[in-house]
Structures are given as C-alpha cells and as structure tokens.
Nanobody, 113 residues
C-alpha cells in the first residue's frame, strides 16, 4: 500500500495550493479518504474527509469555506484545494485511508510572507 502526497510548498498568506495524494495497493473506490495535518508542537488534526464515491464531504471548522476535498477514482487520487491560506495552516499534511489506518509520508505546507 502506498499513499504519496505532493503539491506542498511555501505560499504567501491569502494564497492557494492544491495538494494531491496518489493511492495504490488497495481498491481505492471502496474507501473514504481523509486529509490530516500536524503543525510543529501540535497534535495531528483532522482537516477533511470524502466518501468513497465523493458524494459526502466533511471539513474541520478551521478550514470550512476555504478548503475543498475531491477525488478521482479513475486515477486513484484525492486532492485538497486550499485557498485563502493563513499562517495557522502551516503544517505537514497527510493523506489517510482510515479503515486500515494507512498514512502517507506527508507534504509540507508553509504559509509565510
């Protein structure tokens, strides 16, 4: 099983980034997928989730209205479109498959001017 995140980087406050997670080794369309994040010195926190066919999404209050989770089951990818980024969004972002507790290695997002 592999979950490989990409798309992180340095962005100015108010900017946008799109994270992507490529999944392999399991039947992707059978599973809900999540994004979590962890800032230095803080606990990992839930960011967003999407149901297996993408019909249901859920967001942390801190990102609601700014982040959008989506998936492409034909490509086995789940994306996180992030806009209106704030310094508080600085963290390592992880793609997860919660049923089997699969995690990727993470991609760093830094929001700074």
């Amino acid at each position: 099983v592999h979950l490989v995140e990409s798309g992180g980087g340095l962005v100015q406050p108010g900017g946008s980034l799109r994270l992507s997670c490529a999944a392999s080794g399991f039947t992707f369309s059978n599973y809900n997928m999540n994004w979590f994040r962890q800032a230095p010195g803080k606990k990992r926190e839930f960011v967003a989730s999407i149901s297996n066919f993408g019909s249901r999404t859920n967001y942390a209050d801190s990102v609601k209205g700014r982040f959008t989770i989506s998936r492409d089951n034909a490509k086995n990818t789940v994306d996180l479109q992030m806009s209106s980024l704030k310094p508080d969004d600085t963290a390592m972002y992880y793609c997860t498959q919660p049923i089997n507790n699969y995690w990727g290695q993470g991609t760093q997002v830094t929001v700074a001017s």
